[in-house]
Each structure stands twice: as structure tokens, then as C-alpha cells.
């Protein structure tokens, strides 16, 4: 019986190495990390979190915006059920940093095969960026079911 146990037991901790080893690998070598809230927009209950945003930079512009040679800024609100621009142009081979919050409820940002894909939270500003080395259409998903027309809500990067 004592054989098993320890049979077991090293078992066990052979996964939990190879679980850490995994976790290390996925942060350092791959550089994936979990996305933080870099800002808030605060308004009081009286007041429409959109009429908020609206005014407030950098989402009283929303859209895309080069700020260094090869790099982009995309400002986006999530609101029932629609992205605020629908679509992203950029050139193959840049980067881009997707700045983004919903005016509303909780809605999803997720784009397929990329690892674009957050949480967008009434008032919290989510940030994340990509490098888009092939041209082509990248659909902008939500995931995160945001009432009955969730299904309709998506938009576009387009990578020229």
C-alpha cells in the first residue's frame, strides 16, 4: 500500500512541475499575460455612461490613429449591439493597441486566431495589443452574451 502512496505522490508532483514549467513558459516565453484595467471613466448615477465617454479622451475620438511608424492606437466602445467604429484598417506587419470600454452592460472582444480577446466593463478601459503580420479580414467578436441581439454584435480589423 505505501508503494502506491508514493507512486502517487510522485505523480503529483511531477505534474505540478510540469504545470509550472507550462505557466513560466506561457509568461516569459510567449509573453501572455492577463489583461489589467488601465484606467476608469467615472460618472454619477444620474448621468448616461455613453454622454460620458463621449466627452472623455481618448473615447470622444474613437478610431484608429498612428502613433509611432508602425504602430496604432484603436479606440473602441462596446455598446448594445454594435462596436464604436465598426471597423480597423491598418497595414499588414503593424501593431496595434486596442483601447476599448462599453457604455452599457458587459460585452466580449475577441478576435479569432489572435490572442485579442478581453472583457469590456461600463467605465473600465481594457487595453491589449496585437501584431498583424497577414493581410486579410480579422472578425471582431463579442463574447460575452449582452441581450437578445448579442449575435448581430461584431466588426472588423482589415489588415491591408
Not at 466602445?77 to 483601447?99: H, K, L, M
Not at 463579442?142 to 449575435?151: A, F, K, Q, T, W
Request: hydrophobic content about 40%; aromatic content about 10%.
Amino acid at each position: 500500500m505505501e508503494r502506491y502512496e508514493e507512486g502517487f505522490l510522485l505523480a503529483a508532483g511531477i505534474v505540478l512541475v510540469a504545470f509550472l514549467g507550462a505557466l513560466v513558459y506561457s509568461v516569459v516565453g510567449l509573453g501572455i499575460v492577463l489583461p489589467t484595467a488601465s484606467g476608469r471613466v467615472y460618472c454619477t448615477p444620474d448621468q448616461k455612461l455613453l454622454k460620458v465617454l463621449r466627452k472623455t479622451p481618448p473615447f470622444d475620438n474613437p478610431g484608429v490613429k498612428e502613433v509611432a511608424p508602425g504602430k496604432y492606437e484603436a479606440v473602441l466602445i462596446g455598446q448594445t449591439w454594435q462596436y464604436t467604429p465598426e471597423e480597423i484598417d491598418v497595414p499588414a506587419g503593424s501593431e496595434v493597441t486596442f483601447r476599448a470600454t462599453s457604455a452599457d452592460v458587459i460585452h466580449g472582444f475577441f478576435i479569432p486566431n489572435t490572442r485579442i480577446n478581453m472583457m469590456l466593463i461600463p467605465g473600465e478601459v481594457s487595453v491589449a495589443t496585437y501584431k498583424f503580420t497577414q493581410p486579410g479580414e480579422y472578425l471582431l467578436l463579442c463574447h460575452e452574451y449582452c441581450g437578445r441581439l448579442h449575435h448581430t454584435m461584431a466588426g472588423k480589423v482589415v489588415v491591408k
